[in-house]
């Protein structure tokens, strides 16, 4: 059965600073791109950043650049994103998402390239 389990979330100031996690099991992502998407209440589902199955590209949504850093560490099924200098707007659930390829196609919605979603987790930034 394979699961993504979403951790890191929390409350935090506006200005700080949080890192989620997503471990996989059940089977291996290392040849899978991995991504985050957030939603926040009366919002539609956003991508935020996703990872190529090497890990050598990142890809971010323009409000998210320089602030956000995705990665990976594929010997431990399990990908992160850094979230520094935090808004109040960044307020969410976040979700972890695995692919079914090793990469991503802009050209195509992002969420119809998700073949598992974790099951979210809280981030609340405080003004």
């Known amino acids: 059965q394979v699961q993504l389990v979403e951790s890191g979330g929390g409350l935090v100031q506006a200005g700080g600073s949080l890192r989620l996690s997503c471990a996989a099991s059940g089977r291996t992502f290392s040849l899978n791109a991995m991504g985050w998407f957030r939603q926040a209440p009366g919002k539609e589902r956003e991508f935020v950043a996703g990872?190529?199955?090497?890990?050598?590209?990142?890809y971010y949504a323009n409000s998210m650049k320089g602030r956000f850093t995705m990665s990976r560490d594929n010997a431990k099924n399990t990908v992160y994103l850094q979230m520094n200098s935090l808004k109040p707007e960044d307020t969410a659930i976040y979700y972890c998402a695995a692919v079914r390829g090793s990469s991503w196609f802009f050209d195509l919605d992002t969420s119809s390239q998700v073949a598992y979603w974790g099951q979210g987790t809280q981030v609340t930034v405080s003004s």
């Open positions: 990872i190529s199955g090497s890990g050598s590209s990142t």
